[in-house]
């Protein structure tokens, strides 16, 4: 059973157009971070949501919690090559971390 | 740049050597951890360090073996590695393993990883 859920799991759109990605889960979590890995690197942390309906936004990414903390939402606005990466939810459950197997993410110039 | 260093960047072993590899940070971070990472997946945690004891062996096989010297340094002893071992290993670290109401899942930072292959 896969804890949180992610989708699309792939995602290549064209430059300039937006796109959501989902991270899911039946269980309640405290916090959830997004993190961005590119090819040979390791994950970067994008941001830590806390509270239930909170909206964070790092320039053209917006970061949704969902009010009952069992979801997250990644939105961004008019996508740039530089946006392709694998994008990962991650929290923490009972005594696990746990990480969704991740969106992988190609926007085409 | 990372904030965590890890080295070497690459490593090519034999089934029957010992090698290690070695992670840095120097952000005051009280907690460690190993991921291994295969292509096109997730990381997978392996181990964490709190405070410098391990906390959580994700029953990893006893051919790894995590050291932790100082609060700044985390070891992954590698010993008799099979083919399937190899993988990007991630290191990471946060502020503490957990949070204020004692919750695990505190936002990590991690290295670039040491890519191992087994021959």
């Known amino acids: 059973t896969q804890l949180l859920e992610q989708s699309p799991q792939f995602l290549s759109i064209q430059e300039g157009e937006n796109l959501t990605v989902y991270c899911n889960s039946s269980s309640v979590f405290s916090s959830l971070q997004w993190y961005r890995q590119e090819p040979g690197e390791g994950p970067v942390l994008l941001v830590t949501?806390?509270?239930?309906?909170e909206v964070k936004k790092l320039k053209r990414l917006t970061f949704q919690f969902g009010d009952a903390r069992k979801d997250s939402s990644l939105h961004i606005t008019a996508a740039q090559p530089g946006d392709t990466g694998l994008y990962l939810c991650a929290g923490g459950l009972g005594d696990k971390i746990i990480f969704g197997k991740g969106t992988r993410l190609h926007i085409l110039p | 740049d990372t904030e965590v260093t890890q080295t070497p960047k690459h490593l090519v072993m034999g089934m029957t050597n010992k090698k290690s590899l070695k992670c840095e940070q120097h952000?005051?971070?009280?907690?460690m951890y190993w991921y291994k990472q295969k292509a096109k997946k997730p990381p997978e945690l392996m181990f964490v360090y709190s405070y410098e004891k391990l906390s959580i062996n994700e029953s990893v096989p006893s051919r790894f073996s995590p050291e932790c010297p100082n609060s700044s340094l985390l070891n992954l002893h590698l010993h008799a590695l099979q083919p399937e071992d190899s993988a990007l290993y991630l290191c990471?670290?946060?502020?503490?393993?957990?949070?204020?109401?004692?919750?695990?899942?505190?936002?990590?930072?991690f290295g670039d990883g040491t890519r191992l292959s087994i021959l």
């Open positions: 990471a670290s946060s502020q503490d393993y957990r949070g204020q109401g004692a919750e695990v899942g505190q936002p990590q930072h």
């Open positions: 949501v806390v509270t239930g309906g």
């Open positions: 952000m005051g971070h009280r907690a």
